[in-house]
């Protein structure tokens, strides 16, 4: 099965925590702090593989985690990183936040590319020491890897498009032209997926072609397969418009020219202004030579070169080729998209935006500041306890629960930490 779009989300690992911790040695007195700090969490990194053709691996896995850092230890002892873990994706794979849809990175010829970063480790209390406090109790949390919710869509890299309704010998051209072995067979719909072949011009010289399937009138609203696999047509440089020209399925070949080029420019309008070579294919087979002529009238009166070739006996096929060659040197290279996407900046909370709420006599107090600050906090330790009631008094907090109401005796409540509110 062809996947081309894919919803993940990933998460980078967790910093370490800093370590609290004292040197402790024969015959040396009163060592020190020696915690150590935490190790940075894993980042996620995406990588490019060429063997890689579509983005099925993620139809069945869609949540990717990294390795959080260790904590730190004693003796200074730095804790491990954690691991990075690398995704890798089919070359030409766009990236979108996906509440946004802004383009975060195009992984076109890029090797690898980091999504998320993970978090810093947490200093040790190593940190921390001065000369009026010489046996601090307390270190430094890690820090939270980053986390993303991303859309990946795949763009194929190609510098021709083949496109044309169902059935006009875009996937027998491609055979013929290239190594590629597209499913053939005298039906509508045969190709399900989108082909690639590397057409060989001459020593040095060649070019990415795309069979693009599916598409009909309605393609660019859903109908067949052409709302799914349009896409692919959006880094080609040059459009081959094949057509077929014999009359066995008593088709108008202008009208299904018209129609064509009409979904293009619904899908997107950059699309139909595209350079664009008409090949009337199935010409060994034409049943009304005057019907031919009218076509080959109107689609030179568009100001379009057209070549009357035949896929399925290698007739004019050879010219067809080397005049896309020739107008692949004018045009500049295949698209690569450019990032969009402008990180938000993590919310870093104040006191003013603490939520407190009363129940009876207990006050709760919730918030991003208070929860880092209960983070990095030690309350098995005497000093550090100090710390924490000097930083509530200092930001306010405890003159917002008074200008509220709050009793002396009543319960306050922050987090996993209950105390009775004095004066």
């Given at each position: 099965m062809f996947v081309?779009?894919?919803?993940?989300?990933?998460?980078?690992?967790?910093?370490?925590?800093?370590?609290?911790?004292f040197h402790r040695e024969k015959y040396v007195a009163a060592g020190g702090p020696s915690g150590g700090d935490g190790g940075r969490g894993g980042n996620i990194v995406l990588k490019t593989d060429t063997n890689m053709s579509t983005l099925m691996d993620f139809r069945y896995k869609r949540k990717y985690i990294a390795e959080n850092g260790a904590d730190g230890a004693a003796k200074t002892r730095t804790g491990k990183d954690g691991q990075d873990l690398v995704i890798k994706v089919p070359n030409g794979t766009i990236v979108r936040e996906k509440e946004s849809g802004a383009i975060i990175i195009?992984?076109?010829?890029?090797?690898?590319?980091?999504?998320?970063?993970?978090?810093?480790?947490?200093?040790?209390?190593?940190?921390f020491a001065t000369p009026t406090r010489q046996a601090p109790r307390f270190a430094k949390a890690g820090l939270a890897g980053q986390n993303l919710e991303v859309v990946l869509e795949l763009k194929l890299l190609a510098d021709v498009g083949l496109v044309g309704f169902p059935n006009v010998g875009k996937s027998t051209l491609l055979s013929v032209v290239s190594k590629a072995h597209p499913k053939?067979?005298?039906?509508?719909?045969?190709?399900?997926?989108?082909?690639?072949?590397?057409?060989?011009?001459?020593?040095?010289?060649?070019?990415?072609?795309?069979?693009?399937?599916?598409?009909?009138?309605?393609?660019?609203?859903?109908?067949?397969?052409?709302?799914?696999?349009?896409?692919?047509?959006?880094?080609?440089?040059?459009?081959?418009?094949?057509?077929?020209?014999?009359?066995?399925?008593?088709r108008d070949p202008v009208a299904d020219f018209e129609t064509i080029n009409d979904e293009l420019q619904k899908f997107n309008p950059e699309l139909a202004s595209r350079p664009q070579i008409v090949a009337a294919n199935k010409c060994d087979i034409v049943t009304d030579d005057a019907e031919a002529e009218r076509f080959r009238e109107y689609v030179e009166s568009q100001g379009y070169r057209l070549f009357m070739i035949s896929a399925a006996a290698n007739t004019g096929?050879?010219?067809?080729?080397?005049?896309?060659?020739?107008?692949?040197?004018?045009?500049?290279?295949?698209?690569?998209?450019?990032?969009?996407?402008?990180?938000?900046?993590?919310?870093?909370?104040t006191p003013e935006d603490l939520v407190i709420q009363v129940y009876d006599?207990?006050?709760?107090?919730?918030?991003?500041?208070?929860?880092?600050?209960?983070?990095?906090?030690?309350?098995?330790?005497?000093?550090?306890?100090?710390?924490?009631?000097?930083?509530?008094?200092?930001?306010?907090?405890?003159?917002?629960?008074?200008?509220?109401?709050?009793?002396?005796?009543?319960?306050?409540?922050?987090?996993?930490?209950?105390?009775?509110?004095?004066?």
């Open positions: 081309d779009k894919a919803s993940i989300t990933v998460k980078a690992g967790k910093g370490g925590n800093g370590a609290v911790a195009d992984m076109s010829g890029l090797e690898s590319f980091t999504l998320a970063k993970g978090g810093s480790g947490g200093r040790g209390n190593k940190h053939i067979a005298d039906y509508h719909f045969t190709t399900l997926y989108p082909n690639l072949g590397v057409v060989y011009v001459d020593e040095g010289a060649s070019f990415v072609m795309a069979d693009i399937p599916g598409i009909i009138e309605g393609a660019s609203d859903g109908a067949g397969l052409g709302h799914d696999f349009l896409r692919h047509i959006d880094r080609c440089r040059l459009i081959v418009h094949v057509v077929d020209i014999s009359g066995i399925e008593g096929v050879k010219e067809l080729i080397n005049a896309v060659a020739a107008e692949l040197v004018k045009l500049p290279p295949v698209t690569v998209f450019e990032p969009e996407y402008v990180p938000k900046e993590k919310p870093t909370g006599d207990i006050w709760t107090i919730e918030g991003e500041w208070l929860e880092r600050l209960v983070q990095n906090v030690n309350f098995s330790d005497h000093e550090s306890m100090m710390f924490f009631d000097r930083t509530l008094r200092n930001s306010g907090v405890y003159q917002r629960l008074e200008d509220m109401g709050i009793n002396e005796g009543d319960t306050v409540s922050i987090y996993n930490l209950d105390f009775e509110y004095t004066r």
